[in-house]
T-cell receptor
Framework: AQSVTQLGSHVSVSEGALVLLRCNYSSSVPPYLFWYVQYPNQGLQLLLK??????LVKGINGFEAEFKKSETSFHLTKPSAHMSDAAEYFCAVSDQGGGNKLTFGTGTQLKVEL | DTAVSQTPKYLVTQMGNDKSIKCEQN?????MYWYKQDSKKFLKIMFSYNNKELIINETVPNRFSPKSPDKAHLNLHINSLELGDSAVYFC????????????FGEGSRLTVL
């Protein structure tokens, strides 16, 4: 069975500061990993994904994440936070070849302060 | 022009009632999903249809019945609503079966009193 752990249900950063949202996964088979973002009263939107190949993946809005197999991690970063980044972020995992049956983490609420 | 649209957006009803949520996607995708997000924002897949065929059916009470009249629509019918059914239900679609790239609707918030 797969699982995702997101450390910190709430993260607060200053505008212009580094954003770091942590995600660790558990999977018995090679995983596909994802970050989704949910703005208030909206559905989830894919930020980025890792399937195979390069372990550092870049996504929309300046976000990137690095797959570290040895640490079973897929942390999300952005060098400089913007007010518009305030949202809920979800890490998710699926089996390679397992279809789109995503297992989500419990989410991290990102707050960006002036 | 909304890609994945759900109706209604809000639904308040009494225990024991039957209700439906409709979902339509205009992306031309073959696969559609229903996810449930509980009060703690935990998201869990309920069902998935590929070309109108049920391919994922998680451990969901029989009171929940999905119906896909065509590739562009996936409806969710819930019988005998219970308090624990209160949640936000998200419809999603994907072009490929195995990319993990889902396009979500805005959600339907169901409140059971």
């Amino acid at each position: 069975a797969q699982s995702v752990t997101q450390l910190g249900s709430h993260v607060s950063v200053s505008e212009g500061a580094l954003v770091l949202l942590r995600c660790n996964y558990s999977s018995s088979v090679p995983p596909y990993l994802f970050w989704y973002v949910q703005y208030p009263n909206q559905g989830l939107q894919l930020l980025l994904k890792y399937t195979t190949g390069a372990t550092l993946v870049k996504g929309i809005n300046g976000f990137e994440a690095e797959f570290k197999k040895s640490e079973t991690s897929f942390h999300l970063t952005k060098p400089s936070a913007h007010m518009s980044d305030a949202a809920e972020y979800f890490c998710a995992v699926s089996d390679q070849g397992g279809g789109n049956k995503l297992t989500f983490g419990t989410g991290t609420q990102l707050k960006v302060e002036l | 022009d909304t890609a994945v649209s759900q109706t209604p957006k809000y639904l308040v009803t009494q225990m024991g009632n039957d209700k439906s949520i409709k979902c339509e996607q205009n992306l031309g995708h073959d696969t559609m999903y229903w996810y449930k997000q509980d009060s703690k924002k935990f998201l869990k897949i309920m069902f998935s249809y590929n070309n109108k065929e049920l391919i994922i059916n998680e451990t969901v009470p029989n009171r929940f019945s999905p119906k896909s009249p065509d590739k562009a629509h996936l409806n969710l019918h819930i019988n005998s609503l219970e308090l624990g059914d209160s949640a936000v239900y998200f419809c999603a679609s994907s072009q490929e079966w195995n990319t993990g790239e889902l396009f979500f609707g805005e959600g339907s918030r169901l409140t059971v009193l």
